[in-house]
């Protein structure tokens, strides 16, 4: 039988189109705070949007910021959720996860902020990305991103170059809307759902 895939509630929002997403692949989830549910999972899914010192409170506040750290099963960030696995935000001041060692700072302030919209990424090889190919597009909306480290799998050229997907052992995350990326998209979320 199919263990759950567990998608992690944690009062941020669009929780609801990753969950959609991975019941179109065919996998049962459940979005949980539930630290059990959260433990016993064969994957944890870990979105968000809304604002990192606020979500950071949460967390800590469920005792969810340890659980996280201490998944050993694999686990893909979204958006916030990439943003609050590493080590510190700019937004709100903010001392992250510490999972992956990266500074998530502002973009610079222009008319062409936030980053909303599809950009190409200069990728590694990794099965996160088996199947992308070169012309391949995914959607972006944020305004902090994470600055290029030593567990940077994708990058992307948006006003400066930035950390589009990281990984570290059995954490993933991107930075991009992999659930509003189309079949790019879905096919990353499937290759990592087949990790």
Known sequence: MM????IIKYNAGNIT?????????????KVTDDIDEILSA???????????GSAMIYLKNKGLDKVIQSLTQPTLGIC??????CRYSEEGDTECLGIFDAAVKKFPVTDIVPHMGWNNLDIQETPLFSGFGKDDTVYFVHSYYAEICSDTIARCNYILPFSAAIQKNNFYATQFHPEKSGDVGENILKNFLEL
Not at 3 to 6: L, S, T
Not at 80 to 85: A, F, R, S, V
């Open 3 to 6: 263990k759950m895939i567990a």
């Open 17 to 29: 189109s990753v969950k959609n997403a991975v019941e179109r692949l065919g996998y049962e989830c």
């Open 42 to 52: 064969e994957k944890v899914i870990f979105p968000g949007v809304g604002e990192a």
């Open 80 to 85: 916030l959720g990439l943003q609050l696995m």
